[in-house]
């Protein structure tokens, strides 16, 4: 037999939906033995991506494989799995990822499969469990053993960014990182070029005054770190740093951020501007009295990235205010984006900011002018606390 090549005919695993509380999660800082034999914490690791794929248990070629091994969906496959990593690992590097296996067997089990398949990357164990229970990795029984379930986190900053689950073919699970990293970094780029676009055609694409809500619910505060996330050209950040308060804004559009400086210095504000993704590259420090989202609309798995960063990165106390186009108005309002996936409803936004006081999260309307006639767009206003 043998177990670098994977049977035709084996059963097709299904999502039961064991993994879908991954994405956002942070990594527990717990030291993991590694088959290089110095320890690793995943939650410190990646440069700047690392990925790692969780996998139930490689077989060894003088031993038998568990009791219908191949009979259990997922769990054949683990060596081509590692093998695919092997031979992807310089294509991964290149995009900035460290990979890592993971699975509960010693370490000398898995050294012995290292030295085997001349594995260039560290594989870590977790016999204790401790990893996987403070994720809640899913898990298998295998006769006796208690095994994890075939998965790969892809994870930036020690947070969760994606998760592949389940995984098969195993052999095909680098191959299709690699691609899921490349599209990632391919839309990094589309956005900020789209936007760059946009910003070079309209210089006060939204005008130079800020936004009504900001305006009505931030009005009159004593001075407060604030953070504005997508701040594009800088009409609010620019408002709330005359208003006294320490504004940083953070736009992945160059653009946008000159203009929002150059705003800045026509009004005499003094605000601090950089240009980042922020739901690649921002890592949120707890720094902040109050968090501004304004028309940041994301597809889902970047939107709750970047709200888990918005909450991450509040001080104690500190509030959020969110303004978005509300998904009624596809149907219903004007304007705003013409895709249902990168507007807001209530519900999804209860769930992105649950580990706040939600203090208001409604419907709110804006009228706009069009021809000669007013119309109205449908947003949505969240305001909420950090405990
Ligand atoms: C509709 S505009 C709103 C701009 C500003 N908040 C306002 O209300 O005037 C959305 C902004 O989000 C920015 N954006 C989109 N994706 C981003 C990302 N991943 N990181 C940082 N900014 C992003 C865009 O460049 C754009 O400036």
């Not at 296996?101 to 594989?123: I, K, W």
């Amino acid at each position: 037999m043998s177990l670098e090549k994977l049977p035709a005919d084996l059963p097709v695993p299904h999502d039961d939906g064991a993994a879908d509380h991954l994405i956002g999660m942070h990594l527990p800082p717990i030291a993991l033995p590694s088959t290089l034999g110095e320890s690793v914490v995943l939650s410190d690791a990646g440069s700047p991506w690392a990925v790692v794929y969780v996998y139930p248990m490689t077989g060894r070629p003088d031993h038998e494989l568990p009791a219908k091994w191949d009979l259990i969906p997922g769990a054949r496959g683990c060596t081509p799995q590692t093998c695919s990593f092997r031979d992807h690992k310089a294509a991964l590097s290149e995009l900035g990822a460290d990979v890592y296996g993971l699975s509960v067997q010693a370490t000398d089990y898995q050294r012995e499969m290292v030295d085997r398949l001349h594995v260039n990357f560290p594989v870590l164990s977790d016999a204790a469990g401790e990893f996987g229970a403070a994720l809640n990795l899913p898990t298998m029984q295998a006769g006796e053993m208690t095994l994890y379930k075939r998965l790969t986190m892809i994870i930036r900053g020690g947070r969760i960014e994606h998760v592949m689950y389940p995984v098969f073919p195993p052999d095909e699970n680098a191959a299709d990182v690699v691609s899921w990293l490349r599209d990632r970094l391919a839309a990094k780029e589309d956005a900020a070029s789209a936007w760059n676009e946009r910003y070079t055609a309209a210089h006060e694409l939204y005008g130079p005054e800020p936004n009504q809500f900001v305006a009505a619910e931030l009005s009159g505060l004593s001075p407060r770190r604030v953070l504005d996330l997508g701040c594009g050209q800088g009409r609010n950040a620019v408002w709330l740093a005359l208003q006294g308060h320490d504004v940083t804004g953070l736009d992945v559009s160059s653009v946008g951020i000159d203009q929002a400086r150059a705003l800045a210095a026509r009004t005499g504000a003094d605000a601090n501007f950089e240009v980042i993704d922020v739901a690649a590259d921002y890592q949120p420090q707890a720094a902040y009295d109050l968090v501004v989202l304004s028309y940041l609309q994301l597809p889902p798995e970047m939107r709750s990235v970047v709200h888990g960063k918005a909450v991450a990165s509040l001080a104690p106390g500190g509030e959020l205010l969110l303004i978005a186009h509300h998904v009624d108005n596809l149907e219903q309002g004007i304007g705003g984006p013409p895709t249902a996936d990168v507007l807001f409803s209530e519900a999804e936004l209860a769930v992105d900011f649950a580990e706040l006081e939600l203090l208001r999260n409604e419907k709110v309307y804006r009228n706009v002018e069009r021809d000669g006639v007013i119309h109205q767009a449908h947003d949505i206003l969240l305001k909420a606390r950090r405990p």
